[in-house]
């Protein structure tokens, strides 16, 4: 069963990574052992590498698989979350390559703080009828502020400059945008496009991971 959302705890047992278009492995991984999952909504977008980075335990899972062959609208976001879930993950960081509409430069390292969801026809929830009571889940903040806060600390402490704010606009994709989508996206306030934010950020909160 998929729990209540819960408040973030200070101590991560364990930190997920889901890996976007240029991250399909983590070379700062040290791979303890590899498991393949299989969960009530089909097969996770690929194998979970368990191990750990700089001495803390993390699971690594690629989006689009490690051959990077699954585009956005197939990729089967309930498998990952559910997956990583059940597999003892406490907080996920998700890594994704999207465009810059403003207030940013093409190469940036930026950290969203909200999101607009244009997205369609994607399996967007673990309560969908049948004997699940149905569940409205607060998504006001979608990224979780206090992880949010960890990163922006864990850049600052390592150096790396990491923008703080925007506004991530989820778009069904795999085509790229048309001006005029673009010029629309700008309007309604988002400063991010991408293609694979939601559903994953609501499933995340539904299954009460912490989520940036």
Avoid at 26 to 54: C, I, K
Avoid at 101 to 108: K, L, V, Y
Wanted: aromatic share 6%; proline share 7%; glycine share 12%.
């Amino acid at each position: 069963p998929i729990p209540q959302p819960v408040e973030f705890l200070e101590a991560i047992s364990m930190l997920a990574i889901i890996g976007g278009s240029g991250l399909t492995r983590l070379s700062t991984l040290a791979v303890a052992h590899r498991e393949v999952v299989r969960t009530p909504y089909g097969d996770p977008s690929s194998t979970l590498l368990f191990g750990e980075v700089n001495g803390c335990p993390v699971v690594f899972l690629a989006r689009h698989g490690h051959g990077h062959t699954i585009p956005p609208h197939r990729v089967n976001y309930r498998a990952n979350i559910w997956a990583l879930k059940e597999k003892g993950a406490t907080a996920i960081v998700a890594v994704a390559s999207v465009g810059i509409i403003s207030g940013g430069q093409p190469g940036d390292l930026l950290l969203p703080k909200q999101l607009i969801d244009y997205t369609s026809g994607r399996e967007a929830t673990f309560f969908d009828g049948g004997d699940r009571q149905v569940m409205h889940v607060d998504f006001t903040h979608p990224y979780t502020p206090q992880l949010r806060a960890r990163c922006l600390d864990a850049a600052a402490n390592a150096g790396i400059a990491l923008a703080d704010g925007g506004v991530y606009g989820a778009v069904n994709g795999p085509r790229l945008e048309t001006a005029a989508e673009i010029d629309r996206l700008e309007r309604d306030g988002a400063t991010l496009v991408g293609m694979t934010g939601m559903p994953e950020a609501g499933l995340a909160r539904e299954a009460g991971l912490p989520y940036a």
